[in-house]
T-cell receptor, first 114, second 115 residues
């Protein structure tokens, strides 16, 4: 069975600083996809970044990067130069290959202060 | 812009009164999903369609049904809403592939309130 663990219920960061949101996963599959989504208070789930299990390079998308450590089964999200608009809930998720299901972690609430 | 649209954004219904939530997409994705998200929880998959093939999660109550009349539209029907069904309902779409293209894209969600 899959499991996604996000151990930080809440994180605080000052504007313009970098922040790392932790995510560990557990799967017996060799082939899987990892995702990070942002959910502001409006409720929409916004896709941020994707990492495939066979990707050798860490994924990057603008200010977002994914620190993928396959042996440790971790997929931490790094947000550089935090902005006030980054304040939101962040979910880590994984998809089993051969299944359509996304399994989500419990989320981390990020608050960016001026 | 290609997108996933959900209507209405807010829905108030009465206990036991059937309600239908709608989702449409312009991404031409062959997979559509319905998730339920209760307050301060992660989204939970209710079911999904791969083209016209319906796939129900084992723990989805019978009270929840879905229809997909064509590629673009998918509906969530709650036959007799209970107070415990108050939640955000999220629709998502994806292609059936692996790699970055398997990303699920979500609509803005419908907040359901049951009185």
């Amino acid at each position: 069975a899959q499991k996604i663990t996000q151990t930080q219920p809440g994180m605080f960061v000052q504007e313009k600083e970098a922040v790392t949101l932790d995510c560990t996963y557990d799967t017996s599959d060799q082939s899987y996809g990892l995702f990070w989504y942002k959910q502001p208070s409006s409720g929409e789930m916004i896709f941020l970044i994707y990492q495939g299990s066979y990707d050798e390079q860490n994924a990057t998308e603008g200010r977002y990067s994914l620190n993928f450590q396959k042996a440790r089964k971790s997929a931490n999200l790094v947000i550089s130069a935090s902005q006030l608009g980054d304040s939101a809930m962040y979910f880590c998720a994984m998809r089993e290959r051969g299944f359509q299901k996304l399994v989500f972690g419990t989320g981390t609430r990020l608050l960016v202060s001026p | 812009d290609a997108m996933v649209i959900q209507n209405p954004r807010y829905q108030v219904t009465q206990f036991g009164k059937p309600v239908t939530l709608s989702c449409s997409q312009t991404l031409n994705h062959n997979v559509m999903y319905w998730y339920q998200q209760k307050s301060s929880q992660a989204p939970k998959l209710l079911f999904h369609y791969y083209d016209k093939d319906f796939n129900n999660e084992a723990d989805t109550p019978d009270n929840f049904q879905s229809r997909r009349p064509n590629t673009s539209f998918c509906f969530l029907d709650i036959r007799s809403p209970g107070l415990g069904d108050a939640a955000m309902y999220l629709c998502a779409t994806s292609t059936l592939t692996s790699g970055p293209e398997e990303t699920q894209y979500f609509g803005p969600g419908t907040r359901l309130l049951v009185l």
